[in-house]
């Protein structure tokens, strides 16, 4: 017995000795495939070695056309106790604090990512909050909080995030990204 595809393509399933279908599986991350297969994963780290409360201090926005951009986990590290973070949908015309140019996580692509990226020292100006998607406080001194988003976190063509330095006393902070451009919809 031969068992098809059942999509039209013409290939057939191979049955093991114990009649038992051979199937084969990928079990990486989401975020593994994308790099290997459309060299369209990137990493962003922003530096702010002086925040204000309710700073903007890192705007991301997807300027793919038709696919979304997922956040697959992020980063933030304080050099304050009890630094508290806001990650917020907003819109508006980014401004003041310096372009940053994404890093392709497969080395061996030249492919850009399609996003604006700005942060760092001044913040970011110009952004009009929509909504809060998360809050978090960094706890003690010199704390690293990692979050990850398993793929929930979807912006958009167009669509914006902002990390909001919300409350904190002014010392250094850091903030990484790791996210990848979803051609599977």
Same mark, same amino acid.
């Given at each position: 017995m031969i068992i098809q595809d059942g999509a039209g393509t013409g290939r057939s399933a191979r049955v093991t000795?114990?009649?038992?279908?051979?199937?084969m599986s990928n079990v990486a991350n989401r975020i593994y495939f994308n790099s290997r297969d459309e060299q369209e994963s990137f990493s962003i780290t922003c530096v702010d070695s002086g925040p204000v409360a309710a700073e903007y201090t890192l705007y991301i926005q997807n300027n793919d056309s038709s696919n979304d951009m997922v956040i697959d986990e992020f980063w933030t590290w304080a050099t304050d106790a009890d630094v508290v973070w806001? %990650?917020?949908? !907003? &819109?508006?015309?980014?401004?003041?604090?310096a372009l940053i140019?994404?890093?392709?996580?497969?080395?061996?692509s030249a492919k850009l990512a399609p996003a604006t990226v700005r942060g760092g020292a001044g913040g970011v100006t110009g952004l009009t909050p929509v909504n809060v998607i998360w809050q978090w406080h960094n706890g003690a001194v010199n704390s690293?909080?990692?979050i990850l988003s398993y793929g929930v976190l979807r912006l958009g063509p167009g669509q914006a995030i902002a990390?909001?330095?919300?409350?904190?006393?002014?010392?250094?902070? %850091?903030?990484? !990204? &790791?996210?990848?451009?979803?051609?599977?919809?």
């Open positions: 000795e114990d009649n038992r279908l051979q199937v806001k %990650l917020s949908h !907003v &819109t508006g015309t980014s401004a003041t604090a140019t994404p890093v392709n996580c497969n080395l061996a690293t909080i990692p990390f909001e330095y919300d409350a904190g006393t002014g010392g250094a902070v %850091l903030i990484g !990204v &790791t996210f990848y451009i979803d051609h599977v919809q």
